[in-house]
């Protein structure tokens, strides 16, 4: 009875080693599949969002160039409209230069002489106007 009993726990205890074998080849294979699972999404999430970051910055290097086009074009309007005020303050610059304040003054004498009631008309519109102004701050 003691040989049964030590060639029936022996038995036991192959089979359980069996079955413990067995538990570890399918623990191992499902970790495997897993793993090869885990990879290939991986390479997938890699994959989309490389092309959505590719996607991104061909996006973001139109917008640039765009917004970097439209600034270049109001810089030259800017360049453009610095000049145009700049001449026109030159010619301001000339104009008063050779302005004649005693030249001015015989003309508007001789004009006022030749045309009084064109005078009279013209200090008329400039009294309805300055009455029209003290006018507004009163009331």
Known sequence: MGQTATTEAKEKLEKIETS???GQEKAAEKL???AD???????NVQEFLTKKTVGAEDSLRKKTYEASNAAQQ???KA???GHKTADAI????????????REAKEKAIDAMKN???LTLAAVGLIGIA???LVGRRTG
């Open 79 to 81: 360049n453009k409209l």
């Open 130 to 132: 300055i009455g029209y």
């Open 20 to 22: 413990i074998e067995k």
């Open 32 to 34: 495997s599949k897993t």
């Open 90 to 101: 030159e010619r301001s610059s000339e104009y008063v230069r050779d302005f004649d304040a």
């Open 115 to 117: 045309r009084p009631q």
């Open 74 to 76: 109001t810089l030259e």
């Open 37 to 43: 699972a885990l990879h290939e999404k991986s390479d």
